[in-house]
């Protein structure tokens, strides 16, 4: 842990803060100029495993932004690699695994021994860390096992996840044992991370809101539950995040998080409810907000900070990640203003 005093670390332990903290899911992405840059000279992969190239991606965008925490460059497909399923990312159709996951038998084959050949990415939290000292801290991140496995079984990004629950409804020995696999991957992958640095993990449950409240219980809040407890062993505390979670938010509070990650479908208090009113939130702006003109960017800001009513706990976010097309000078904006407002 680099920043134990920032803002940030502060307000995911629900400690009073004088404003309030912001960052911005996907900071760092082709909505910037000096990223695209850089990745006229080199894929996101190459990018992903050179610890100073991601390094300078993460350092620049949190520098441009001026925001108050910086989440490492990584791709939460990382692990899917070592695990011996090769991916790569196809212009306009986003990632594609080469051989989808199909039966238990494939499941079995899966290897959980090579996470330490992720050390790429806990070097570059560890140069990020140094650059920044106690001035800013690090975010590490992986993905929560639901969302990994959905990659894995569907092949790439889906509509209905019907594959995905096929294996769950159908298989649930062979899903329990897809589910351990991916909690030894990442719980090794991002303590590794917080050894080297990080401050904090958010877990991406991204399409986690696919699910029935009940088929989440059954089949995702344990292997959750117990991946965020291995996470915390570190002292670090977790972020635990996915989108159209309204009718999951209680039982997704129930794996422990500090932080729970709202978007932008339900009103923060309201979210802030949900999970009981304990423990911190962190959200939650539409992230197509960007898109408009500065009087409405602002107005929603400014509800959303209403809504947190200056209580500790909140950090500031989108609901979900800023999109390529987004214009720069909002975002910079954006932090500004709730830096200054919240104050
Ligand atoms: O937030 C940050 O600044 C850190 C970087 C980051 C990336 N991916 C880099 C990236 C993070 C946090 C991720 C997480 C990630 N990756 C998620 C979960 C986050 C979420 O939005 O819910 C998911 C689902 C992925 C898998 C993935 N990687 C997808 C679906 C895509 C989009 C494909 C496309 O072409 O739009 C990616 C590619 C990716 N990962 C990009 C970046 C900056 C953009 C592609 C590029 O630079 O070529």
Redesign the pocket.
Known sequence: MSAPQSLFVKACKVLPVDRTPVW???????YMQE?RDV?KHH??LQ??KDPQLAAE??IT?AEILGVDAA???????LPLEIMGMPFH???????IIEKPLRSAADISQLRTDRAAELGYVAEAVSAVAKHFGPRLPVIG?C?APF?LAS?MIEG??SRNYILTKQMMYSSPQAWNELMRKLISVTSAYVTEQVTAGADAI?I?D??VGCLSVEDYRRYVLPHVTQLVREVQRTGAPVIY???NTATLLASMKETGAEVIGLDWRIPLDKGWRAVGGKGAVQGNLDPVLLFTEWPELKGRAEEILRCAGGRPGHIFNLG???F?ETPVENVKALAKFVQEYSR
Do not use: K, N
């Open positions: 911005f899911m996907r900071q760092a992405g082709r990223y990745r894929s996101l990018i992903c991606v993460t965008a989440i490492i460059f990584a791709d939460l497909l990312f196809s212009a306009g159709e986003g990632p991140f993905g969302t990659y790439g990004g958010q991406f991204s399409w995040f996915g989108t979900h990640g800023i390529p």
